[in-house]
């Protein structure tokens, strides 16, 4: 689990999570769908691009997640 916290702050010094109201892909097609208060840019975070070791933390993360392992 403290992976997991850890990738997260990561993420979030990357400033790859960020907060507030955003429209997703989905509210193309359900406009009315309540906006998302969390965006998670992984493409080009703000403050620079992710690791080599972010990036496989997150592969790793999901991988796990698809597994049902945490």
């Given at each position: 689990m403290m ?14 999570i ?41 592969g790793?993360?999901?991988y ?7």
């Open positions: 992976e997991k916290q850890q990738l997260a702050v990561e993420l979030y010094n990357a400033g790859a960020q907060f507030g109201a955003y429209q997703l892909k989905m509210h193309e097609e359900h406009p009315d769908a309540p906006l998302s208060p969390i965006y998670i840019n992984l493409r080009m975070p703000p403050k620079g691009v992710l690791t080599e070791e972010t990036i496989e933390k997150i790793t993360a999901l796990e997640e698809t597994l049902g392992q945490s």
